[in-house]
């Protein structure tokens, strides 16, 4: 039996942002209006709802998923920190935007909509992840 899917090779951006505990709470338990409420986060969903390739599926455009977190970081002395105290353990709460964006889109304009979510991001060291992968598809009718 042939194969019934496609690998499309792709990028996924991850979007590590810092929300209140309230907010996340809220998250949890199924209030969507949340995500609109924390101006970091809502700053972050804009971009990614903008005029670029990020989360472009073709038939669909601002495609993320969102997942909680809590993050685990001690500032240093030299740091300056949104959150925290130097030299204590911190922990914060967190959304992660998962973005998926075609493998082929032009450099320039994912480079300005990275840019964008960097000027947009509250921390001092944001965590964004690119990486390569693949995503699965289904096979063309027929086949």
């Not at 907010?23 to 809502?42: C, N, Q, S, Y």
């Not at 971009?47 to 073709?58: A, M």
């Not at 493998?103 to 690119?130: K, M």
């Amino acid at each position: 039996m042939a194969r019934q899917y496609d690998l499309r090779p792709a990028r996924a951006l991850r979007i590590h942002c810092p929300v209140p505990e309230p907010v996340l709470a809220r998250l949890l338990a199924g209030d969507r209006h949340a995500l609109e409420d924390d101006p970091a986060l809502a700053a972050m969903l804009a971009i990614v709802r903008g005029d670029n390739p990020l989360g472009d599926f073709s038939l669909y455009r601002g495609v993320m998923e969102i997942s909680p977190g809590w993050e685990l970081f001690t500032p240093t002395a030299t740091a300056r920190p949104t959150a925290g105290t130097a030299d204590e353990n911190a922990v914060s709460s967190t959304v992660i935007l998962t973005v998926h964006l075609p493998h082929d889109a032009p450099q320039d304009r994912i480079d300005a909509a990275i840019d964008a979510i960097l000027r947009a991001h509250p921390w001092e060291v944001p965590v964004i992840e690119l990486t390569e992968t693949r995503l699965v598809t289904r096979a063309p009718e027929g086949r």
